[in-house]
């Protein structure tokens, strides 16, 4: 036997280990807020109590009291390491093992009240030591999977440290009191937290590479870029996802090479976003929207989110990031800011273009009304120059311009809309010349201009075979020859010609109508084509809705073809347009 002192020094290193112990298993808690580590931390304080009082049963007569504490403390730090074990495999803590120890505590409650012997107090207690560290070292070898070695140790400690708490008692006082006593214990409880925390640790580790993976899963096939910045101690990319090549065109060679790539390719008015983006006290919850060069060159919009981890004293360490390509969203977004624009501005010409001609139809009406409808035809109005019928005549005029003015008006929404149809059929250029072009000639000779119209004669091109809607094809040629009629001073003339034309490798019509009118100035002719443009001169001289031509163009389009004009202010005005010819060698 040992002198007391060197009992002492031992119970102390106990003490000592078993604290410090206690201490580490506080510290996991707190990163990691696992149950089963608070719950294996509390096992270890008991069992540093019972240590405790082991103190006071060496240094005075052993009280049956002590003796009655010393268990108690046991058996809570038994009870909590099984129930840290049942947490740790996922299990339900069985109700049974709390009503086992109360009848244990009982137990020992009536033993030392009725002075049994050292082994009766503890008799039970020693059973259920046993119990529990076989439980807790079958429970904890099953999560090691195939590692028969690693099972057959942790099963070993487990019953060799049961059974030496079972039969303590037994051997009390000879050896549990004894320094060797202390020593087995201490080589005991050593040898049982070393293989917890072993097989905590694999837990850990086998935890991590399964989030990493399933981590790696997720980022490697998400269509979002995702990225891992490191910001202490030096900054850097840890991860970037491959959907950086996708959305940005850079590899994530170019993020790992460059710490600051993403400001390098931020566009230079969205910079200071960038920075509250890795500023954790800006406390974002919205996502940031960032322009971000491709390497193409071109800017892809990009909504960004970032989460921050910190280290103890609270400074960021890391910024974990999401970027998604919005291109296609702002696009959609402004399309429709654009699309209630052009509402916008069409409500206010359509009424603008209505309020005139109904202006004056309400004006002259009033005007006959006042002076009675009795043989209006031929009153004189005092007021006004002019008979009655000039009168009708002048409003029938006006009538008839806003009916032409609202059937554009709604032609044009229908193709807005998407919903006008074209009729398509097939035509060759003669029948086109035949039947739709020929027929203008009375109308522009009526109106005292000459008609020349000019075609390739070559039979080939004359058979060549249009796919138009007859109906709208005419429409472009009424829009442009009406035209050029209004523009153009008796005497004058309006020349049509058809002839080969070509886009690309394409083989196409070519139609040019000029007259030798007054022309249009520079300034004008790159806006006739848009809605309700009317030149200056034309505006208050000359009937006319300015949709036309916009009809026409739309038209032309929608027949794969183009449309424009050429003129020189003083010298006549030139309208061209396209068709695309189509099996031009099938009649000859
Ligand atoms: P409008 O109903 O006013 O004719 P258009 O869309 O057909 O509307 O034409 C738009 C404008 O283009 C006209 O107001 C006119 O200023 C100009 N324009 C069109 N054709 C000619 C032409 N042959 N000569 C001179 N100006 C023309």
Redesign the pocket.
């Known amino acids: 036997m040992f002198p007391v002192s060197q009992r002492y020094i031992l119970l102390l290193i106990l003490i000592l280990f078993v604290s410090i112990l206690s201490l580490v298993y506080f510290t996991a808690f707190r990163n990691s807020r696992e149950k089963y580590i608070n719950y294996w931390g509390l096992s270890w304080i008991m069992y540093g109590l019972s240590l405790v009082l082991n103190v006071f049963l060496i240094s005075q007569p052993a009280t049956p009291l002590m003796v009655a504490g010393k268990q108690f403390c046991d058996l809570l730090n038994s009870l909590f390491l099984l129930a840290g074990t049942y947490s740790f495999v996922n299990r339900k803590f069985p109700a049974y093992w709390i009503q086992f120890t109360a009848v244990n505590s009982i137990w020992i409650g009536l033993a030392v009240y009725y002075q049994l012997s050292f082994l009766m107090i503890t008799l039970l207690s020693s059973i259920f030591f046993s119990i529990v560290a076989f439980v807790n070292g079958v429970m904890l070898q099953t999560s090691l999977g195939k590692n028969f070695l690693g099972r057959f140790i942790v099963i070993s400690v487990f019953l060799v440290w049961g059974s030496y708490k079972a039969y303590y008692p037994y051997l009390y006082p000879a050896l549990s009191n004894s320094s060797t006593g202390y020593s087995v214990e201490l080589i005991l409880a050593n040898l049982m937290n070393l293989a917890i925390m072993i097989i905590y640790l694999r837990k850990i580790r086998e935890e991590l590479t399964q989030s990493e993976s399933l981590f790696r899963v997720f980022a490697e096939n998400a269509q979002d870029m995702i990225y891992v910045y490191r910001i202490s101690p030096n900054m850097g990319y840890v991860y970037v996802s491959p959907a950086c090549a996708e959305i940005l065109g850079y590899g994530q060679e170019y993020f790992y090479q460059n710490s600051t790539m993403l400001a390098s390719i931020t566009h230079p008015d969205d910079i200071l976003y960038l920075d509250a983006l890795f500023d954790p006290s800006a406390s974002l919850n919205e996502p940031i929207t960032l322009r971000l060069r491709h390497k193409l060159g071109h800017y892809v919009w990009t909504e960004q989110k970032t989460t921050f981890q910190f280290d103890e004293v609270h400074n960021s360490i890391q910024a974990e990031g999401i970027l998604r390509d919005i291109t296609d969203r702002k696009k959609v977004e402004e399309e429709l800011i654009l699309a209630e624009a052009s509402r916008q501005t069409l409500l206010t010409d359509v009424s603008h273009e209505l309020r005139t001609p109904i202006t004056t139809i309400v004006g002259y009406l009033s005007v006959m009304r006042n002076n009675g409808m009795k043989n209006a035809a031929n009153m004189v109005i005092p007021d006004l120059n002019g008979t009655g019928t000039d009168y009708l005549d002048f409003i029938y005029k006006k009538a008839l311009h806003l009916q032409r003015l609202v059937q554009d008006l709604f032609q044009l929404t229908q193709y807005d809309s998407g919903q006008d149809y074209l009729n398509f059929s097939q035509i060759t250029i003669r029948e086109l010349i035949e039947q739709t072009v020929e027929k203008y000639r009375i109308d522009v000779t009526g109106k005292n201009i000459e008609f020349q119209l000019h075609y390739e004669q070559d039979p080939q091109f004359l058979n060549a075979f249009l796919i138009i809607d007859e109906e709208r094809i005419d429409q472009v040629f009424t829009?442009?020859i009406y035209?050029?009629m209004?523009?153009?001073q008796l005497g004058g003339e309006i020349n049509v010609h058809l002839g080969y034309g070509s886009e690309g490798l394409k083989q196409m019509l070519q139609v040019s109508i000029a007259?030798t009118?007054?022309?249009?100035d520079e300034s004008?002719l790159v806006k006739?084509?848009e809605r309700f443009?009317?030149?200056k001169?034309?505006?208050n001289k000359?009937?006319?809705?300015?949709?036309?031509?916009?009809i026409?163009k739309e038209i032309i389009e929608r027949h794969k073809g183009a449309i424009w004009?050429e003129?020189k202010a003083g010298k006549?005005?030139t309208?061209f347009f396209t068709i695309p010819i189509y099996q031009p060698n099938i009649k000859s």
């Open positions: 829009n442009i035209n050029a209004k523009f153009t007259d009118g007054e022309g249009i004008d006739i084509f443009y009317r030149s001169k034309s505006e000359r009937d006319g809705s300015g949709l036309g031509l916009t026409s004009a003129s006549g005005s309208f």
